[in-house]
Each structure stands twice: as C-alpha cells, then as structure tokens.
C-alpha cells in the first residue's frame, strides 16, 4: 500500500474536518463530531453491541463546546450527558450522518459482510427515533438514503484498501458499479448517477454539469416523489472527485465553487482523505483557510505540520489513532486524560495487550 492505514484514517476524519472548516466561519467541533465521537469511544471499549437505537436517541448531531468533547473515553452510549448538547435547530444533513458514521466504516472497511450489518442497524435505529420521524420521509426516501449510505461505504472502504486507480478515467465504472448497486434502474436517482457518469465521460465543465444534473433532477422531481436536493451535494462532490482524483487542492477548489459548498466540501475531503491519506491534505489549506488567526503573520513555507497543529486537528488525530488501535485490537486505557496521542509503535502483542480484530470476529 502507498500510505499505511493509519494514515488514511487520520486522512478520512481530518479531511472530513478540513472540508467543512473551509466553508464555516465559526470553527469548532461540527455536528457530525458528536456521533463520531460517541462511536470512536464505543469502539474503543470494546463494550459489545452498540446499542444505536441509544444513540439516535442521545445524540442531536448538534454543535457542542469543546470542553465537552475533552471528556475521557470511560463514556459509554447509555451515560452521555444530555446536558453537554446543544439543541439544534435543523435536522442534520445527509452527509453531517454519514461523516458521523466514518468510525464504523474506517473499523470495518476489510469486512463488508459486518459494515453491512452495522450500518443496517444504525438505518434501523436512526428510523426510529424522534428527529427522522419528523421529517416524515416516504419508505421508498428513507430506502433510497439508506441505499446511498450502504454504496458511499464501500467507495471509501475500496479507497482505504486502494482498490481503484483513479488516475486512469478507464477504472470510473468500478466506482459507478457501487454507486448503481442496489438501486432499481426505474428510480430516479439512478438516472441522476447514469448523467453524472455521461457528464464525466465526456469531460463536461463544472458549470455545465451543475446546470444539467439541477434540470435533471427537477424534471424528475416533477414525475415522482425525488427530492433531488437532498443528492445534488453528493453528485458533485463525487464530480470533483472523479474528474481530478490526483490533485486535492484543484477538486476541492472546484467543490467550492458549488451551490450547497458545505455538504459538498465535507464529502469531497473525506473522499479526498480517504484516497490521498493524511499526506495528501495539503498544509495550506489550514494555514490560509483554518487557521487564519494564528497565521496572519507567519511564513508558512517555514512550518511544518506539528508547528501549525491546533486543538482541534490535535483532538481529529486522536480520534483517528484511538480508532486504528481499536481496529488492531489493542487494548486502550481506561482514559487518556492529558489529550497525547497513544503509541501506535506498539509491535509486540503482549498479555492483556491485544486483543482479536473487531473486523475480523
């Protein structure tokens, strides 16, 4: 492999933070941070089931304070502190729901038979709480979102195993096939996947293909129940994507460039992070975008990466350790409670060290 694992966990979550830093004037801890974190910890545990239909229930995808999100990892999914969250206004966005989720795919991206079973049962226990009930999805929306979330796993677990060669257009249709998958030929986002594939084939412009997958999904929302709104994100940062998979900085600069930017940018860095790695995260994107404060003043061709480290990239990579060690099957301590990141050297798997793979029972 070009990058080891570990690195392209830090890739996924940080690029996933990054992405949305860059559109958001208000940094912080962002809504899908929560349920991360929430997940990290669990897995972390090594607690057994994870009761989801507990954490649909608990967690409000909701901006919190960063004190909050210091507290040791002993939390368990049945103690959260309601009072730690705060209300939010909105119902979270499909991608805020599915980078909350990346712990359970990073953690079984060589298992597709458990990454399956897990998301299922997080489908099964967000239908049934309160804040989903109101939005008052139809069967055949709340299948196709789930559809959706099931394909967009198995692009990134293929990209954490490095399964396509992005950089010949030749391979695109690998990543259609999971895109396609389960999705009836009749359904009206599947025509909407069938011209983003057109569009990328025949190297149309990105003004051109956000004018024509709008028109689309319009024409489409009018014969059937589609709210094309709802993937249009998703469509085009999977069009930044594929249509610059070598160079971060230009598929992200294009992803900017789009109406609904935040959604878009937050899917298309952890697309980018999970095929690039943490390596592939350019630094300027947080010394010109993300950390402007700190920066004003600075040459940046003199940092390096632990020169420009904030609190919040610090806490990003501890969840990403915290979680590949979870998925070596080391034992985590009980707390960490100075913030360090642990020792991912660990080479020896020692009594009461290690533990079996949660991927591989």
């Not at 805020?96 to 099964?124: M, R, S, W």
């Amino acid at each position: 492999m070009r990058y080891t694992l570990l690195r392209h966990f830090q890739g996924v979550l940080l690029g996933a933070w990054i992405g949305q830093a860059l559109t958001n004037d208000h940094l912080g801890n962002f809504p899908w941070q929560v349920l991360a974190k929430v997940l990290v910890d669990s897995l972390g545990q090594n607690t057994g089931q994870i009761n989801w239909q507990e954490v649909w229930e608990n967690i409000d995808l909701s901006p919190v304070s960063i004190d909050n999100l210091r507290k040791t990892s002993t939390e368990s999914v049945n103690s959260i502190d309601q009072s730690s969250i705060i209300p939010s206004k909105k119902s979270p966005t499909f991608t805020e729901i599915f980078a909350g989720l990346l712990p359970i795919v990073l953690c079984y991206h060589e298992n597709p038979q458990q990454l399956e079973k897990e998301l299922t049962k997080a489908n099964d226990g967000m239908a049934n709480s309160q804040w989903i009930k109101d939005l008052a999805l139809t069967e055949q929306e709340i299948l196709r979102r789930q559809i959706m979330m099931s394909n967009l796993a198995t692009i990134i677990a293929g990209l954490l195993q490095e399964k396509y060669q992005l950089s010949k257009p030749s391979n695109q249709p690998d990543i259609f096939a999971c895109l396609f998958s389960q999705l009836s030929s009749e359904d009206p986002l599947y025509h909407q996947l069938l011209l983003l594939q057109n569009l990328l084939s025949q190297g149309e412009s990105l003004h051109r293909a956000i004018a024509l997958l709008q028109t689309n999904g319009k024409n489409l929302a009018k014969e059937t129940i589609f709210d094309y709104q709802v993937y249009e994100p998703i469509l085009l940062a999977l069009y930044c994507f594929l249509d610059t998979p070598h160079n971060s900085k230009i598929a992200m600069y294009r992803g900017l460039q789009c109406p609904g930017k935040t959604e878009i940018s937050l899917l298309l860095g952890i697309l980018l992070g999970a095929n690039h790695s943490r390596s592939g995260i350019p630094i300027s994107w947080q010394i010109s975008n993300t950390l402007i404060d700190q920066s004003r003043n600075i040459n940046t061709e003199e940092l390096s990466w632990h020169q420009i480290d904030s609190l919040q990239i610090n806490q990003i990579n501890l969840m990403a350790e915290k979680l590949w060690l979870a998925w070596s099957g080391f034992y985590l301590p009980h707390n960490n409670a100075d913030g360090s990141l642990y020792n991912t050297d660990i080479a020896i798997a020692s009594c009461n060290i290690m533990r079996p793979r949660p991927s591989r029972r």
